[in-house]
């Protein structure tokens, strides 16, 4: 029955196509700063996290590629960096260094490897935060997950910056860990008034559909190349509103696999926050 659900929410997304809604956001958390933000003002943002980041060069690299293969009149150019250190857990960070004046995005490399020093009332507009692959639903580590998920949001709160949340996926020898993950991510987005990227249901939604289309290497936790785009695309839906449906960059995926890809993020997209909100953006 979920999966007849999902097949008839898949459809409906197909028919949308670059139309996008509005869902309505969950109750502020009383404790939480509020910086309510467009989307569309979002022109840079940082990726805090893990190699479930960096695989496949990067993410946030196929983020801005998508933001800028659509049509001329909606192409953005967003400054996206990462932050990521290997195998890390949220506690790993030092959120507040990311803000240091001086610090991080101070300078780019632009052109023909031409070094440009930028200048800047605020580093980032948004900052999207990932735990460790089991930290949220480990036994030992997941206050560790809400204590720091606080923290952070209310730091890059501080710096006027959203904070933003990247639901991980289940290993593919441990399936059972969607429903777990979703929930904890579920709860930490909500407690912090934070937008949550459903990737991990993004992946499960998937590979319930198109078995074939393999999202994770042989050594069970990191993505292919299909599932960092199926990532990529459920940011563009999450962050940015945008539908990925029918977007020309497919990361040299075939067409088929691409626009399967592109159908499950936004409709995994729509169904989750009609479902639990946007948090402030």
């Known amino acids: 029955m979920k999966t007849l659900r999902f097949l008839s929410c898949l459809l409906w997304a197909l028919s ?16 939480a700063k509020q910086t309510p933000q467009d989307p569309g003002q979002i022109r840079s943002m940082l990726w805090v996290g893990n190699s479930f980041f960096y695989y496949n060069n990067s993410m946030h690299g196929h983020v801005g590629q998508l933001l800028m293969a659509q049509s001329d009149n909606a192409k953005r150019n967003v400054r996206n960096v990462s932050a990521t250190i290997s195998g890390s857990g949220i506690n790993w960070h030092d959120m507040e260094a990311y803000f240091k004046p001086g610090g991080v995005s101070s300078y780019s490399f632009v052109g023909d490897n031409e070094v440009r020093f930028n200048t800047f009332d605020k580093p980032f507009d948004a900052v999207m935060m990932m735990d460790c692959s089991q930290c949220p639903i480990h036994p030992k580590l997941r206050p560790v997950f809400h204590e720091f998920a606080k923290k952070h949001s209310a730091t890059v709160r501080k710096h006027g910056a ?31 008034n934070a937008l949550v990227v459903p990737a991990g249901l993004a992946f499960a939604n998937s590979l319930a559909t198109r078995a ?21 695309c459920s940011v563009l839906a999450s962050v940015f509103k945008v539908n990925p449906v029918g977007n020309a960059y497919t990361a040299g995926l075939p067409a088929d696999v691409a626009a399967h890809l592109q159908a499950v993020a936004w409709a995994t997209a729509q169904k989750y926050h009609a479902e639990n909100g946007r948090g402030s953006l």
Not at 219 to 232: C, E, F, I, S, V
């Open 16 to 31: 949308l196509g670059a139309c996008s809604t509005h869902p309505t956001s969950a109750t502020p958390a009383a404790t």
């Open 162 to 192: 959203e904070p933003v949340l990247f639901m991980s996926w289940a290993y593919s020898d441990k399936p059972e860990m969607t429903g777990p993950l979703a929930a904890e991510y579920t709860q930490v987005g909500q407690a912090n």
């Open 212 to 232: 074939d289309i393999p999202l994770i290497i042989g050594d069970k936790r990191h993505p292919t190349l299909q599932g960092t785009y199926l990532g990529a």
